[in-house]
C-alpha cells in the first residue's frame, strides 16, 4: 500500500516571502500521480498542482512549483511571493497510473501554512 | 454553480440513528468519489463508482456503510447505527472517466457530528 507523509504540522510565511512544504511518499510502483491540494477554511478541496511521475520536469503552476525527486520519493511545494490567500491547510496526494491500481488519492496529513503581514 | 455539491451540510445525531447524505457530481462526470475526513488528518478514501457500478470500498467502509449511484447520477452515502467514532467530514468527488488521469473535483463536505 502506498503512504504519503507531511512531517511539518504547520509552516509560517511572511507575505511576499518563499516557503517550501516538504512531502514524502512510498511506493513500489513506477508510474503515478502526485497533487498538492489546497483546503481553505471553507473547507473545498481545490487542486493546485499536479505532477507525472514519468515526467523528469518539475511542473509549475504560476507562483507555485514543485520539487520530485524520484528516487528519493520526495516531492516539495515551492510558493513564491506569499499571498494572504495562500492560507489555508495543503494536503500532498497520491494516485497509482496503472488501470488495476484503482482511481483513488492517497492523501498526507496535511501542513496548515499562515501567511503573516 | 456547476461544481459538486452535497447536503447537508451539518448533521447532528444521536449515537445508534441513521444518516443519509446526498453528493451531486459534475453533471458529466461519470466518476464518483467518497472520502472520510476526521480532524487533523488527510481525507481518506472509502469507495467509488463509475456509472452506477460502485468498483472499490476500502475497509473502513464497514457494514454499517452503504452507497449508492441510481442512475449513474447523484450518490448516497448512509450510515447506519451511528457510533461517536463516525463524527467526520464526509467528502465527495467526481471526475471524467476514460484517460488514466483525470482531475478530481471535491464538494463542500457533509460534516456529521454523532452525540
Known sequence: AQTVTQSQPEMSVQEAE????SCTYDTSESDYYLFWYKQPPSRQ???????EAYKQQNATENRFSVNFQKAAKSFSLKISDSQLG??????????????????KLTFGTGTQLKVEL | DTGVSQNPRHKITKRGQNVTFRCDPISEHNRLYWYRQTLGQGPEFLTYFQNEAQLEKSRLLSDRFSAERPKGSFSTLEIQRTEQGDSAMYLC???????????????PGTRLTVL
Open chain 2, 93 to 107: 468527488a467526481s471526475s471524467l472517466g476514460g484517460a488514466s488521469y483525470n482531475e478530481q473535483f471535491f464538494g
Open chain 1, 86 to 103: 495562500d492560507a489555508a491547510m495543503y494536503f500532498c496526494a497520491y494516485r497509482s497510473a496503472f488501470r488495476g491500481g484503482g482511481n
Open chain 1, 45 to 51: 478541496m481545490i487542486l493546485v498542482i499536479r505532477q
Open chain 1, 18 to 21: 518563499t516557503v517550501t512544504l
